[in-house]
């Protein structure tokens, strides 16, 4: 009995101390000891994402509810005739639905079913046949526009996210905000009953209401697939801009990709070669050193040149296109005839100092700013690293490098009153409620040339177009149109190959007050390698359809 009750008083003991240690810990010192105690689930739920539309408030890429199946597989295994009449129902393979079952448990059976095909398996399907629903992005145009869109993946937790184009660029505005709850519970994240709560509501996505114009986009893409396929291209390219405001109305090269099917592409095919992708303008690039000496008063537009034969740039020789020479040529001649030995003279006579101050202002160092994930910078040498041989083959093109889209915002300046438009593909974004939050402005310019220059480029470019050697039988009849070939070689390995090159063509109409400016390019063109056989007829044949769909007067 001794023992007993020694051991029952030891009991009573450490029962004792152990209700008082509770004690000093759960009342005289619990705020020191509750914070360990505590436990916070968070809850995030995705706001829903923000829709983008045309000018013309067409839809683009917008949200649409998905249906999945999920069914037990242990189950399905064992009943026959379910799983038969569910394969039927889903035009699912025999084979595909062997791989699912032999899965344990809950798996997924099938995407994308119709609202009328999953009301019916909730109708007559057993509950361990399940439906969840998530909405998805859809772009109703399928792959058009795709380039400047983007699409919408995963990132590396599962969630929506968007990449490249405006899908990419805009993010943050078409992802909106997430719902976030606070709740108190156990370690499993069990709610205590009564326990603290807190929380923030979500934002929806904004919306982007884009500059393009879902019908000249459609006319530009479908013109240069035919062109791609005519010319044996292994690209296309096309730009069309409002001068005066720098508002695209199309943008994109073919071939695209799906941006529902991304997953079948390489990241390659998502590169956007009239932003992302550098290259030399060649011709193209002609009038603006023009314009330069214009400008500068360095030149005159009937000054005479020698042209009689290669000029010699210490080692190196420079030619005409053709290897034909006129002998003595005059400033718009030169223009006509895209001459490189009569480019050269005119750019020996402009100061080094000024091209340089030039090339700044153009926009030729900097991005332009489009609101297009993926945008990169020109490689342009500062003059002071310029050779002699540097600073000629300059006047024509060539050892400068440039994105089509700051060359287009740099050829606004010869198409309006002498500025640098932003190029934009943003007319405004709204909230939720449809409440504007930003409009794209129309005041980002930079003035260049001189309205005097601009009127006299205006007529060069427009006798470059009627005096030249190209026929041009697609070009509307009593339009006044101003613009420029280029054929540039691409170099390779230190050289430049005379059978691949990027043929384009860049211009504006009508003349006097232009409506638009268009680029259009061919990349390694095989049937014929030269921007007058090639991007120039694609131009004309656009400009046909934009007189038409504008009711431009002649």
Not at 176 to 205: H, N, Q, T, W, Y
Not at 371 to 388: A, H
């Amino acid at each position: 009995m001794t023992i007993v009750k020694l051991v029952f008083l030891l009991f009573i003991i450490a029962f004792g101390f152990i209700m008082h240690r509770l004690f000093v810990i759960q009342v005289l010192s619990s705020d020191n000891y509750i914070p360990i105690q505590k436990f916070v689930t968070v809850t995030k739920d995705l706001s829903l994402r923000g829709e983008i539309f045309d000018r013309n408030n067409t839809p683009l890429a917008v949200n649409t509810q998905e249906y999945t199946v999920y069914g037990n597989t242990d189950k399905l295994r064992k009943e026959y005739n379910i799983r038969r009449q569910l394969q039927s129902l889903l035009k699912i393979k025999d084979s595909t639905m062997s791989a699912i079952l032999d899965k344990k448990q809950w798996q997924k059976i099938k995407s994308g079913i119709s609202s009328d095909t999953k009301d019916t398996i909730k109708r007559y399907f057993p509950t361990y046949i399940n439906i969840e629903d998530e909405w998805v992005r859809a772009y109703p145009e399928g792959s058009m526009s795709a380039q400047v869109l983007g699409f919408v993946g995963r990132d590396d937790i599962g969630n929506p996210r968007g990449y490249v184009g405006v899908e990419g660029y805009f993010e943050q505005e078409l992802r909106g905000l997430p719902s976030v709850s606070e709740r108190e519970s156990d370690l499993r994240g069990v709610s205590f009953i009564g326990g603290a709560s807190d929380g923030s509501s979500g934002r929806a996505g904004m919306s982007l209401k884009l500059t393009i114009d879902r019908n000249l986009q459609k006319i530009v893409e479908d013109r240069l697939y035919k062109g791609v396929e005519q010319f044996d291209a292994k690209q296309g390219c096309a730009i069309i801009m409002e001068p005066y405001t720098g508002k695209i109305r199309a943008i994109g090269c073919v071939p695209s990709f799906s941006p529902e099917k991304y997953y079948e592409y390489k990241d390659a095919d998502f590169t956007n070669g009239l932003i992302s992708t550098i290259y030399e303008p060649g011709s193209t690039f002609k009038p603006l050193i023009v314009a330069m000496g214009l400008d500068t008063k360095s030149i005159k537009t009937d000054q005479i040149f020698d042209e009689k034969g290669p000029y010699s740039i210490g080692e190196y020789d420079i030619r005409t296109w053709n290897n034909e020479y006129s002998g003595r040529i005059s400033t718009t001649q030169i223009l006509e005839k895209s001459s490189n030995v009569g480019m050269v003279k005119i750019i020996e006579k402009i100061k080094k100092k000024s091209v340089n101050e030039y090339l700044n202002k153009l926009g030729f160092r900097e991005k332009t700013g489009i609101e297009i994930q993926g945008e990169t910078t020109g490689i342009v040498k500062d003059s002071s690293q310029w050779y002699p041989i540097d600073y000629a083959t300059l006047s024509f093109g060539q050892g400068i490098a440039i994105t089509p889209i700051q060359l287009v915002a740099a050829f606004s300046s010869l198409a309006n009153d002498g500025y640098v438009v932003k190029p934009t593909v943003i007319e405004n974004i709204t909230d939720s409620s449809g409440k504007k939050v930003y409009t794209s402005s129309t005041l980002n310019k930079r003035t260049v040339y001189s309205p005097k220059t601009v009127t006299i480029m205006k007529k060069m470019l427009n006798a470059a177009i009627e005096n030249s050697e190209a026929p041009y039988p697609q070009k509307p009849a009593g339009y006044s149109f101003c613009g420029k070939t280029g054929t540039a070689q691409i170099p390779i390995e230190g050289h430049y190959d005379p059978t691949k090159t990027i043929a384009s063509f860049i211009g504006f109409f009508p003349c006097d007050k232009p409506k638009v400016l268009i680029f259009v390019m061919y990349k390694e063109p095989s049937g014929s390698i030269w921007g007058s056989e090639t991007a120039a007829p694609t131009f004309f044949e656009i400009a046909n359809r934009l007189i038409l769909y504008y009711n431009i007067a002649p």
